[in-house]
Nanobody
Framework: QMQLVESGGGLVQPGGSLRLSCVAS????????IGWFRQAPGKAREAVSCIRRSDGEIYYSNVVKGRFTIAMDKAKNTLDLQMTNLKPEDTATYYC?????????????????WGQGTQVVVST
């Protein structure tokens, strides 16, 4: 059974760091377009960072660029997101997302399969 399982969320103070991890099971992590999305309370889901399968190009949203780093660990079959200098506006549930195939012109998956999410709260 194909699954995406996120972990690593929690409560952190502004300026702090967290490392999220998404374990892929039932498939290898580099098989599909993959990325991290988030959804804050009352807001739409948004792409945070993604890896395009065809060429490995990495996308970061403007609001996290320079603070977040995405990385694929093929040995562990995980997709990780290192988050530094966290801000209260980073508070959200973070999801690992894949598509079954790469859509032309897309830097990120559109959401064929989602993990259950891990919650990040940035607050004093």
């Amino acid at each position: 059974q194909m699954q995406l399982v996120e972990s690593g969320g929690g409560l952190v103070q502004p300026g702090g760091s967290l490392r999220l991890s998404c374990v892929a099971s039932g498939f290898t992590v580099d098989t599909y377009p993959i990325g991290w999305f988030r959804q804050a309370p009352g807001k739409a889901r948004e792409a945070v960072s993604c890896i395009r399968r065809s060429d490995g190009e990495i996308y970061y949203s403007n609001v996290v660029k320079g603070r977040f780093t995405i990385a694929m660990d093929k040995a562990k079959n995980t997709l990780d997101l290192q988050m530094t200098n966290l801000k209260p506006e980073d508070t959200a549930t973070y999801y690992c997302v894949i598509d079954w195939f790469e859509r032309i012109g897309s830097s990120c998956p559109t959401g064929d399969r989602w993990g259950q999410g891990t919650q990040v709260v940035v607050s004093t």
